[in-house]
Structure formats: structure tokens, C-alpha cells
């Protein structure tokens, strides 16, 4: 199986479009939430998701949407743009993010996703191997995806230690025996000081996991940032990829 995985997609439509437009024949897209929050195309991006057949779960930001607790977490300008978000979004992306599981494990795979981590699936940030290796010690599959640092990351675990790799684009990992912890970076708001939207692309049969990086309008986003009243640091920050 070709496997696209998307995280953070932060209602950045023209970010997923150029995603989608370059991931060629793909046999399923999973997503690892934050499908919505900080950007203005909540809509359109879970249309967008429903009609490319993808499964996922739940981020803190899909949470704050749909009416969690996970608001109450918020920095000022992210807790605006959920409170934003809940003001706008249709019957049909409410309806679709209260349905997202906090945890996911595709049938007939050893893939398990959650947004944050095995041990707290909507909060916890993994970006040390202190943490990647109490979450390996609950993961019930071989591999994991997670999202939410918004930085493309691996955990792979050897000979009992807990290797921490950065990424860099368009780099390909073998999948191998050992357990592993993936993060694809984010599709919509990247912080690893690349703009351009990341994503992960798994391909089961040969064993590997290759990380993509695509050029989008941010321009475009920007624009509709600052005409939907969001705060103007949401639109800036795209331009750093921070
Ligand atoms: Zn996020």
C-alpha cells in the first residue's frame, strides 16, 4: 500500500491542494488532526478530506471546535481562531470532528495514529526520546504517526535506546524491524522553519517512509487570514514556516 499521511492541516486550503495535487496514485490518505484552527478554509478543507476518502483522528484543535475543553489550553491568538472556527464552521464539519477518534489503528495494519501521543492522544507534544520512549512502552502496534509539534520528526528504537532524528525534505527512512514514531511535519502552518507544507508518504510494501515538502500560495492564505479577521500573526508566521 502507498500511504499519504497529513497532520496539521489548519484549514490552509491551498496548503492541502497543492499537497493532494502532488501525492500521485495513493492506495489511502490518513490524516493525524488539527484538521481546522488558525486558518479560514474549515469547510472546504474537510470537504476536501471526506471526498479524498480519508480516515484520521482527532487534534486539540478539532477538539476546541466542536466544543471540547481542549480551548481552555489556548495561547490568545490560537483560542480566537477557535473560537472563530466554532462561530463559522457548517453542521457538516461540526458533525465530521465530533466523529473523529482520539485514536486510530487502520484495519490490517501496525500502524497506530493519534495526534499527539499513544499516552495522551490530543495534548502530549513528542519532541523528546524521554517521552517517545514511555509512549513506545504503551504503543500496541510496531509504528506510530503522530502530528501536533508541527516539525517532522523520528523515534526509532535500537538495541534499547531511543534514537531522535530530524528530517530533512525529501528524505526516505527504511521502515525496518525496530519500533518507530513518525511525524510527517504539518501540511498548513510547518514550524521547522521551512514554508513549504510537509507530508509523509508511506509505502508499506517496499518498507520505507519518504517525507515530502510542497509549494503552496501563501499568499492566498494570508489574504483570506487577514479578510476573515483572524489575528495577523497567524498570517505572518507562514511566511517562516514558524
Ligand atoms: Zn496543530
Not at 51 to 70: K, L, Q, T, Y
Not at 73 to 93: I, Q
Not at 132 to 157: D, I, K, M, N, W
Not at 174 to 187: C, D, H, K, Q, T
Amino acid at each position: 500500500m502507498r500511504i499519504a499521511v497529513l497532520s496539521d492541516i489548519h484549514s490552509n486550503l491551498p496548503a492541502l491542494d497543492a499537497v493532494l495535487g502532488s501525492l500521485g496514485t495513493v492506495d489511502a490518505v490518513w490524516h493525524l488532526g488539527d484538521v481546522v484552527g488558525y486558518g479560514p478554509d474549515a469547510d472546504a478543507v474537510v470537504r476536501r478530506l471526506r471526498e479524498a476518502g480519508a480516515i484520521g483522528v482527532r487534534g486539540n484543535h478539532d477538539d476546541a471546535a466542536c466544543g471540547g475543553d481542549s480551548i481552555e489550553g489556548f495561547n490568545p491568538d490560537a483560542r480566537k481562531a477557535a473560537e472563530w472556527t466554532r462561530a463559522h464552521v457548517d453542521e457538516a464539519t461540526l458533525s465530521y470532528l465530533a466523529g473523529l477518534p482520539e485514536v486510530l489503528t487502520p484495519d490490517g495494519t501496525d500502524f497506530t495514529l493519534v495526534h499527539g501521543s499513544p499516552r495522551d492522544p490530543i495534548w502530549e507534544y513528542l519532541s523528546s526520546s524521554s517521552g517517545a520512549r514511555e509512549s513506545l512502552a504503551v504503543l500496541e502496534t510496531r509504528y506510530c504517526l503522530v502530528g501536533h509539534t508541527h516539525v517532522p520528526l523520528v523515534f526509532r528504537e535500537r538495541h534499547g535506546a531511543i534514537e531522535r532524528m530530524t528530517v530533512e525534505p525529501e528524505s526516505r527512512l527504511e521502515l525496518g524491524a525496530g519500533r518507530m514514531i513518525l511525524n510527517p511535519g504539518s501540511v498548513g502552518q510547518p514550524r521547522d522553519g521551512c514554508p513549504d507544507a510537509s507530508y509523509l508518504i508511506l509505502d508499506t510494501a517496499a518498507g520505507h517512509a519518504t517525507w515530502h515538502r510542497v509549494a503552496y500560495d501563501i499568499a492566498a492564505v494570508q489574504a483570506a487570514i487577514l479578510a476573515a479577521g483572524l489575528p495577523v500573526s497567524l498570517a505572518r508566521r507562514l511566511s517562516y514556516g514558524q
